[in-house]
């Protein structure tokens, strides 16, 4: 197959990427599982915009500052919050249903969330995520222009370096990628002229995480095989509260739930401190402090208390409120037994959202010429050391536009031909006769990540992850050298690469900063520096 732009990942990025280029563009969109599967459709709280005249772009930007710890890119920063109107207005034109509001200066509600200092956070009631991704569906699904490829996983990128002798990573340029056809158990050459990586987070490399199972860091991995620098993998974002049940599975209780007057207790195991509000404890902002400040707290009282979770109670307000606000979390709850209007919810901290990865431009253009990245996959620096919420969908839509004006700036020669590109050769490799091999590196990775490598660190304990995750890598790199690939296999191998990425990253970060805080080192350095890991230089 041949396309103008192959996307991989079906994300609000990947998707935003495509609309802005279809008008011209023959665009492949590639999805691992359907094209709703993604972590976009699972996104509650909104898009953080300057959409009130009480408030102000200086405003949005240092509450992205102070919460990115000294290490945001203000250039980056400035830029992605100025261009958040422009990105609000056409989602409105697209029909997203935002939640309304007659009294509001643009007749929507707006609510605000940890961290800011102002209401700025535009939703759609607590699914924001779900309805965007379902207005934009639409629109690709009905375009005439855009190849909807599911249930499809990038294998590998394809670069200029497997057709010529010329192995200068500087001079490499990406022409596509092998895919694989989960339905038809087969790898498949896709050329483009660009390709844009659009593949999400990392989320399931820890053992409890808010994140679907199709966050495996695909993008991140693919790019840093292919040559790309990757920068702040060590600032992995817990979200603090998400429910604590044990069918569950990590659903995330929105941070609109604190910035409407929540408040985080401490449950009926903590003794004589039972139903206090502890954040008083920890922070003069209370609940609603950044997450990383928030996470840490829930983490200390929990340890401290010998406990399994905290509470998050909102029944002080009313219940037709809740309801209204909360229609999503509410029913959830009530699945589970909990009625949110009468009872507190049961909480636990989550790896929730991969603020470093791909090093990227305000284009989105990584190390290597044709190759984009966008989303949560990119790294602009807009995030520094903790994502402020509701920054993320922001920035998917800012970055992904500006893509795609630049794609379409772009030389359409095509390098090579299908001819020039030799085919996916499983002639040597043969079916995997265990594959619970695959099944227990992908069990002992995330587990290991999450006992060694989670909100709070030591040295040794990263030294011990360092050691394990780089055998792992080792013996899932063979174990794919000599067995045909499947969906299993792939994301494994993705998990366990990224897993070494910030564990590395850790490694290298002698302080504590934002979402890194680390034992032997609780200081802050007075010069913040991203961490930036090159190919090169590999695994210490």
């Known amino acids: ?29 590639l999805s691992k599982k359907a094209l709703l599967d993604g972590a976009s459709n699972w996104a509650q709280g909104g898009i953080a915009a ?7 772009h200086d405003e949005h930007i240092a509450d992205t500052l102070k919460a990115g710890a000294g290490l945001c890119d203000v250039e980056a920063t400035r830029h992605i919050v100025e261009h958040a109107r422009s990105a609000i207005d056409w989602l409105i034109d697209l029909g997203v249903p935002f939640t309304q509001d007659q009294g509001a200066e643009l007749g929507f509600h707006l609510t605000r969330e940890g961290g800011h ?22 629109q690709v699904r009905a375009h005439h222009n855009i190849t909807l490829l599911e249930h499809h996983s990038a294998v590998e990128l394809i670069t200029s370096r497997i057709v010529s ?6 001079l490499a340029r990406c022409l596509g990628a092998y895919v694989y056809d989960d339905q038809h158990d087969r790898v498949e050459t896709v050329l483009a002229g660009q390709v844009v990586l659009a593949t999400g987070g990392a989320g399931k490399v820890y053992l409890h995480t808010s994140n679907p199972d199709t966050s495996t860091g695909d993008g991140i991995a693919m790019a840093w095989r292919a040559g790309c620098r990757v920068a702040n993998m060590e600032f992995m974002q817990f979200h603090p509260t998400c429910m604590y049940h044990p069918k569950a599975k990590s659903f995330l209780i929105s941070e609109a739930v604190r910035g409407e007057g929540g408040v985080l207790r401490l449950p009926a195991g903590a003794g004589l401190d039972a139903g206090k509000r502890f954040m008083e404890w920890h922070d003069e902002r209370l609940e609603l402090a950044p997450r990383d400040v928030v996470a840490r707290a829930i983490d200390f009282e929990i340890k401290k208390h010998g406990l399994t979770h905290v509470d998050l109670d909102i029944s002080h307000r009313p219940a037709a409120f809740i309801q209204e606000h909360f229609p999503t979390i509410y029913a959830r709850c009530l699945e589970f037994g909990i009625d949110m209007t009468r009872e507190p919810i049961p909480v636990v901290p989550a790896m929730h959202f991969t603020c470093g990865g791909v090093v990227i431009d305000l284009d989105g253009c990584t190390d290597i010429p044709g190759l984009y990245a966008v989303g949560e996959t990119g790294y602009t620096g807009l995030h520094g050391a903790n994502r402020l919420a509701s920054n993320s969908l922001l920035e998917c839509l800012v970055i992904g536009r500006n893509a795609a004006h630049h794609i379409d700036q772009q030389d359409s020669t095509r390098y090579y031909t299908q001819a020039d590109v030799p085919a996916w050769d499983d002639s040597r490799v043969r079916d995997a006769a265990e594959a619970v091999l695959v099944t227990h590196a992908w069990d002992e990775v995330r587990r290991l990540m999450w006992n060694y490598v989670g909100i709070v660190r030591t040295q040794k304990r990263l030294l011990r992850a360092r050691q394990r995750v780089v055998m792992l890598d080792q013996e899932i790199e063979d174990y794919y050298q000599s067995y045909r690939v499947t969906s299993a296999l792939l994301e494994c191998r993705n998990l366990v690469q990224v897993a070494a990425l910030v564990v590395e990253s850790a490694l290298l970060r002698k302080e504590s900063r934002g979402l890194h805080y680390c034992q032997d080192y609780p200081w802050v350095l007075p010069k913040a520096l991203p961490t930036v890991l090159t190919p090169e230089e590999g695994f210490r």
Do not use: C, N, P, Y
Request: proline share 0%; aromatic share 2%.
């Open 1 to 29: 197959m041949e396309f103008d732009v192959l996307i991989v990942g079906s994300g609000l990025a990947g998707l935003t990427v495509a609309l802005h280029l279809a008008a011209d563009k023959k665009v492949a969109v």
């Open 117 to 138: 200092s102002q209401r700025r956070i535009i939703h759609a009631a607590d699914e924001t995520g779900h309805m965007v991704q379902l207005t934009l569906e639409q």
């Open 165 to 170: 002798d010329d192995d200068d990573r500087q």
């Open 50 to 56: 300057v959409l009130d005249s009480q408030d102000s």
